[in-house]
């Protein structure tokens, strides 16, 4: 419903433009063929009806206003009485039935393919206006001198050829630009959907036999990110701030999740959740979300709000087994659950600002490459008390 009458007005303007191409056109030819006719001897109904046509024809345009197939339709009249009547006056020989076969051809072009039984109307008209003309009219009814036959048929036959030409030129160049947008909205869904889901994700999605999304990974590790005193800043922050306030974190955070290849699952507010070896497994995976996790860090040691307060990260690490998959139907997006996803929430929200808690075994998988401090036991909702650490830079010397 919402994409028909966007069509219909390209269809509209698309008609528009072929009939007034092939009424200036023929208004031209007519004129100078009336020209012809009244100074080389040529009778005088045939130069009245030419210079009738050649007005009428530069008339047509401009009944757009009373709707847009009014210009086709008298198109369309006008164009074929005045053909009958000429061929009747000239005969066959002048060629004016050619220009039925450029009326019939371009019916489509105005109307468009929706109203293809209009098109059918109009080609039957042609085709019975030709064939009856043939028939019915004599090939030289003797009221032009012959040269004027012989120019008329001339002119007429190249006229119409061009007229064709131009109209499935057109046409085709239509086609070219309906093509080139249609590669330009594909590319910019595409590029919607890689910020939603991740690439290898999409690429299944399109596949028609596909089954739901949902994959067990054995070990990735999930990152969760969240700005300390950022519900106090909210509160006294105009809305507009706060999201460019967000906007520039995000930005710069959704960047540096690019260059250390990492997938960022969501943000909720002002909390930020990455993951590392989904959907794309990775045996680095912790050891790339360490890094990032470092970056991250760094990258808002000085982090601000509009009063200079500052508002540091509480960053949570943790892996192990987690399922992931595609929900929803509408809305959909890519998530991950698993109880390391809850683990690495709980080291966020039970951390310390500024700081990146990780779990016990996350330290001990990475204790040849990362400096680490003990913290000690932290009570975690809903598990048991966890031995937490905190992490602290890259080991430049592997541990002995």
């Known amino acids: 419903m919402g994409t028909s009458a966007p069509l219909a007005s390209d269809v509209d303007v698309r008609g528009q433009r072929v009939v007034s191409l092939a009424s200036y056109s023929s208004a031209v030819v007519s004129f100078c063929f009336a020209t012809v006719s009244l100074f080389g001897g040529g009778p005088g109904p045939v130069v009245l009806i030419n210079f009738m046509m050649a007005i009428s024809l530069a008339s047509i345009p401009s009944l757009r206003r009373f709707g847009p197939l009014v210009p086709a339709a008298a198109f369309v009249l006008v164009g074929t009485t005045s053909l009958c009547v000429l061929t009747v006056l000239l005969g066959t020989d002048a060629g004016l039935q050619s220009y039925f076969f450029v009326m019939a051809a371009a019916a489509p072009m105005v109307v468009g393919i929706k109203r293809i039984w209009t098109s059918v109307g109009v080609l039957v008209i042609c085709a019975s206006a030709v064939i009856i003309l043939h028939f019915a009219v004599a090939a030289d ?84 990110a969240d700005i300390a005193g950022f519900t106090e800043m909210s509160s006294h922050t105009s809305a507009p701030e706060v999201v460019r306030f967000l906007d520039r974190l995000y930005t710069e955070l959704d960047a540096l999740v690019e260059t250390h290849g990492l997938e960022k699952i969501k943000t909720t507010g002002d ?18 979300l360490a890094r990032f996790a470092l970056d991250m860090s760094e990258v808002c040691a000085d982090l ?55 779990t016990s075994q996350v330290r001990d998988e990475l204790a040849n490459d990362f400096d680490f401090e003990e913290r000690g036991t932290v009570t975690v909702k809903g598990k048991d008390d966890q031995h937490t650490w905190f992490l602290l830079d890259r080991r430049t010397e592997p541990a002995i």
Not at 335 to 355: C, F, I, Q, Y
């Open 304 to 358: 601000h709000d509009a009063d200079g307060h500052a508002m540091p990260l509480r960053i949570g690490i943790a892996d192990g087994p987690v399922v992931a998959g595609v929900v929803g139907s509408k809305k959909f997006f890519f998530d991950v659950w698993g109880d390391a996803v809850n683990l690495a929430s709980r080291m966020e929200s039970t951390g310390v600002p500024g700081r990146i808690q990780v």
């Open 271 to 288: 909390s930020y959740m990455v993951v590392s070896g989904v959907p794309d497994p990775r045996p680095d995976h912790l050891q790339a």
């Open 141 to 224: 009814t003797g009221t032009a001198p012959q040269w004027l036959l012989d120019a008329g048929y001339v002119v007429n036959a190249i006229t119409a050829g061009m007229l064709a030409a131009g109209i499935v030129g057109y046409g085709l160049l239509e086609i070219q630009r309906a093509e080139a947008a249609l590669e330009e909205e594909y590319e910019r869904s595409e590029a919607l959907l890689d910020n939603i889901l991740p690439r290898t994700v999409v690429e299944r999605l399109k596949q028609p036999d596909r089954a739901e999304i949902a994959d067990d990974y054995a070990d990735a590790s999930i990152l969760f």
